[in-house]
């Protein structure tokens, strides 16, 4: 025990942690489903500093928890793949723990400097979706969407990969430490790829749901209104308030 009243605890985490939780969109979505889930979501969040050369997981480990990284970086290696991009400031890694605790680790994580991470733990989560009676919505919302997609990178569920995900292509001098923590991965892209294409722009995935719902004629109508990913579309759905950056 902190020895802190119970509201004073609840208004220090959620100032902590509520905000990097909502950058993973696996998270942002159940959010919306239930005012009391993220700031008990938050309360069972812990950080974790961790020296140079620290092995997180190994491949192949049981997925106990999700991890943002809140400063410093790490090292992946894939035994499939490779050596895999570091992980850095804002990135989440190991964000399958959060679908299914019985999933096995795909890569191997070591740090590469002194890092703090913020751990989600697994069995935690889906004993909140179990409490709040959200496990069959849940379980509805991996069907629907993960087949798009879910990337640790930038948080988007619903769109790509974390191997095809956009901030690889971004300059290393665009994805530093300061940028990453004070913006989160999403909205750095974005203001990248602004810069970089003059406009915004429509991904694939919405492009051809419109198109397959012949609502084609709406993408002007959507770039106005800053609806570039499947995700964004879903969050005006659910009523969440989009952040302009």
């Given at each position: 025990s902190t020895g802190l009243p119970m509201e004073l605890q609840r208004r220090i985490v959620k100032e902590l942690w509520v905000g990097r939780l909502m950058t993973l969109g696996l998270v942002m979505h159940v959010s919306s489903w239930h005012d009391d889930?993220?700031?008990?979501?938050?309360?069972?969040?812990?950080?974790?500093?961790?020296?140079?050369?620290?092995?997180?997981?190994?491949?192949?480990?049981?997925?106990?928890?999700?991890?943002?990284?809140?400063?410093?970086?790490?090292?992946?290696?894939?035994?499939?793949?490779?050596?895999?991009?570091?992980?850095?400031?804002?990135?989440?890694?190991?964000?399958?723990?959060?679908?299914?605790?019985?999933?096995?680790?795909?890569?191997t994580v070591h740090t590469q400097s002194m890092t703090a991470l913020m751990i989600v733990p697994a069995n935690a989560y889906q004993g909140l979706l179990a409490r709040f009676d959200l496990k069959m919505r849940f379980q509805q919302l991996c069907h629907e969407q993960l087949w798009r997609g879910i990337c640790g990178r930038c948080g988007l569920l619903g769109d790509h990969f974390a191997a095809?995900?956009?901030?690889?292509?971004?300059?290393?001098?665009?994805?530093?430490?300061?940028?990453?923590?004070?913006?989160?991965?999403?909205?750095?892209?974005?203001?990248?790829?602004?810069?970089?294409?003059?406009?915004?722009?429509?991904?694939e995935p919405l492009r051809k749901f419109l198109h397959k719902q012949r609502l084609t004629h709406l993408e002007a109508a959507m770039a106005q209104l800053r609806v570039f990913t499947l995700e964004d579309l879903m969050a005006i759905d659910l009523g969440c308030k989009k952040v302009q950056t």
């Open positions: 889930f993220i700031i008990e979501l938050a309360m069972l969040v812990r950080e974790e500093a961790l020296a140079h050369r620290t092995l997180v997981y190994s491949e192949g480990d049981s997925s106990v928890a999700a991890y943002q990284v809140i400063s410093g970086s790490l090292n992946a290696f894939c035994s499939t793949v490779g050596q895999l991009l570091p992980f850095i400031a804002g990135e989440w890694l190991g964000e399958m723990a959060l679908i299914n605790p019985l999933f096995r680790r795909s890569s095809d995900c956009p901030l690889k292509k971004m300059p290393r001098k665009t994805m530093n430490l300061r940028t990453m923590s004070s913006r989160g991965p999403v909205q750095t892209l974005c203001r990248w790829m602004t810069r970089r294409q003059g406009r915004d722009r429509i991904t």
